[in-house]
């Protein structure tokens, strides 16, 4: 179909996530064509280096055959089964025990999303539940970290603490609570590591005392923030919020929707800081965004507390029709297999540090404030004013800029706000892919540099 064509449909019909609607009528659709490796082509057969993984997803990078076969053959044989009724598929089954091999050890059984968010509401409600058939109804009370995002379901959206989420949607709700972010560049007890720790463990206990140990289910974080900004706590830190929860008695649940998979480095991050959650969701890395799918992981103790509330006579009501789908299952099973046998969470930790240094080159630039990563996942921030890290003035509309100066560079990574590159390419990145990244991210930035208003701002 004729470029014109397709972005007046889209115009008129289709409505895109986490977009402004208007800025996106005036704008026009970007239409993506086809991927191979590391690069997509859009269709006007441009072609763009990806150095985001779509969205923070396909890990693997794009046009592996292999997992077409896996997708086309399972489609033939049977392309869905349900989970009702007690029916499955033995993809499903293999991959819930496969992720329970390579998870760290307290999680013993998975229940199928289709996506993060879905498994960010599904935690929810099993955690809810626990407690309820638990006989202690009073839990219900959850806290969160400033800027993490947990996807934008009804309930979810409110573990989220990004305000553009919240607007108009009446979320939070009165049981979501928040603490401050640990944030290194910016947090006011300082840059130093055990501070920084210090400071979030501190808050979770006040926060605990100030709603009641009796009256807070769980603690869910991220352990890189990433919508948020990319925002990288100090190693240590993930593992010191576990110990508070289990002190304070609340259940521990870490969102790896973004960093599961290689993207840290280890296949999850849990893995690096010996962290043992009481749940865990993941989705993204999972199918590496080939087919959509999510999961949450949960502790033995949660699945036997809900099993015996539940007694044995009425289903434990949480369901979708596509859960533990087979063609999604056969994907992320050849998936982990690439990451493993394939190589590519070894190519992923033998390049971080080419990718580490790259970033923190960059800070040389006018612009860059601040850089900072955590295996392949990364970012810069850029300010107005490298002595005070004043951000630049929003009516700049820094991050529109970039994004367009980015794409005629042809490169694609994300701008948050107005003030934070983030950077997450694919594990399959090799060091010449890496090279073309940073030349493309310094003209970018030279570019912007120069576009009207922007040198003047510094300061
Ligand atoms: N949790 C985290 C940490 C995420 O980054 C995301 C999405 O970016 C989600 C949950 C929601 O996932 P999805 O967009 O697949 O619904």
Not at 214 to 240: H, M, N, T, Y
Not at 270 to 285: I, N
């Amino acid at each position: 179909m004729q470029r014109e064509t397709l972005v007046a449909l889209d115009r008129d019909h289709l409505i895109h996530p986490v977009v402004n609607y208007r800025a996106h009528e005036r704008r026009g659709v970007a239409v993506l064509e086809s991927g191979r490796g590391a690069y997509l082509t859009d269709n006007n057969g441009k072609e763009l280096l990806d150095a985001f993984s779509g969205l923070w997803c396909v890990n693997v990078g794009y046009g592996h055959e292999s997992i077409v076969r896996a997708a086309e053959e399972q489609m033939r044989r049977l392309p869905y089964a349900t989970g009702y009724f007690h029916f499955g598929s033995e993809p499903a089954i293999r991959l819930a025990a496969k992720l329970v091999e390579l998870a760290p050890p307290s999680l013993r059984k998975v229940y199928f999303t289709l996506g993060g968010s879905d498994a960010v509401d599904s935690a929810i409600r099993f955690i809810v539940h626990y407690y309820n058939a638990l006989g202690k109804p009073e839990k219900k009370h959850f806290i969160t970290i400033e800027r993490g995002y947990h996807g934008s379901s009804a309930q979810g959206s409110g573990l989220t603490a990004i305000p553009v989420f919240h607007r108009n949607f009446d979320v939070p709700l009165p049981n979501q609570h928040k603490i401050p972010s640990p944030y290194p560049y910016r947090n006011p007890e300082g840059s130093d590591p055990e501070a920084i720790i210090r400071a979030s463990v501190a808050a979770l206990k006040e926060k605990v005392l100030e709603i009641g140990r009796d009256r807070v289910a769980a603690f869910f974080c991220e352990p890189v923030q990433g919508s948020g900004g990319v925002i990288v706590p100090p190693k240590g830190w993930l593992k010191a919020m576990q110990e508070a929860c289990r002190e304070l008695g609340i259940l521990f649940a870490v969102d790896e929707v973004i960093t599961g998979f290689g993207r840290t480095g280890p296949l999850f991050a849990c893995e690096a800081e010996d962290v043992t959650p009481d749940v865990m969701t993941v989705a993204k890395g999972l199918t590496a965004g080939y087919a959509p799918m999510g999961a949450v992981l949960m502790s033995e103790a949660i699945y036997q507390g809900i099993a015996e509330g539940s007694g044995n006579d009425l289903p434990v009501g949480h369901g979708h029709t596509y859960s533990a789908h087979p063609v999604s299952a056969a994907v992320a099973l050849e998936v982990l297999r690439l990451y493993h046998e394939g190589g590519l969470l070894e190519n992923g930790i033998r390049q971080a540090p080419r990718f580490e240094q790259g970033l923190q080159a960059l800070l040389d630039h006018p612009l860059v404030g601040d850089a900072r990563s955590r295996g392949l996942l990364g970012a810069l921030e850029l300010v107005a004013d490298k002595e005070t890290k004043a951000r630049f003035d929003p009516a700049l509309k820094l991050a529109d800029r970039i994004f367009d100066a980015a794409y005629r560079n042809g490169i694609i990574f994300r701008a948050f706000g107005d003030n934070v590159l983030g950077f997450a390419p694919a594990l399959c990145y090799t060091g010449a892919d890496f090279d073309l990244m940073f030349e493309r991210v310094r003209h970018t930035l030279d570019m912007v540099l120069e576009m009207p208003g922007v040198r003047g701002a510094l300061r």
